[in-house]
């Protein structure tokens, strides 16, 4: 089980990223996660493994939207309208089961958004 996330940069307040995480042997429910300086890591958004199932955090609803392109085994993070509080390290997870649990088997190492002008 390999999961990698791409995507991450610098931005400027307003702009969009779109961040890919790589899921190689992973046919579970996954979940975007970040954490910024100082703060705990907080869950962003979780799609099911068929897709069928999504839900995001109440700071983010609306501006991003997660996606799942399953002959690619990838998940998306597609992130609009970013603000500097966006700021932190993103990271995928895997969870346990093929629904949104919050239970993670598996981390990617992550990927840093850095929201600045």
């Known amino acids: 089980v390999q999961l990698v996330e791409s995507g991450g940069g610098l931005v400027q307040p307003g702009g969009s990223l779109r961040l890919s995480c790589a899921a190689s042997?992973?046919?579970?429910?996954i979940g975007w996660f970040r954490q910024a300086p100082g703060k705990e890591r907080e869950g962003v958004s979780c799609?099911?493994?068929?897709?069928?199932?999504?839900n995001y955090a109440d700071s983010v609803k609306g501006r991003f939207t997660i996606s799942r392109d399953k002959a690619k085994n990838t998940v998306y993070l597609q992130m609009d309208s970013l603000k500097p509080e966006d700021t932190a390290v993103y990271y995928c997870?895997?969870?346990?089961?093929?629904?949104?649990?919050?239970?993670?088997?598996?981390w990617g190492k992550g990927t840093l958004v850095t929201v600045s002008s």
């Open positions: 997870a895997a969870d346990r089961y093929n629904y949104c649990s919050g239970r993670m088997n598996y």
């Open positions: 042997g992973v046919y579970y429910a």
């Open positions: 799609i099911s493994s068929g897709g069928g199932t999504i």
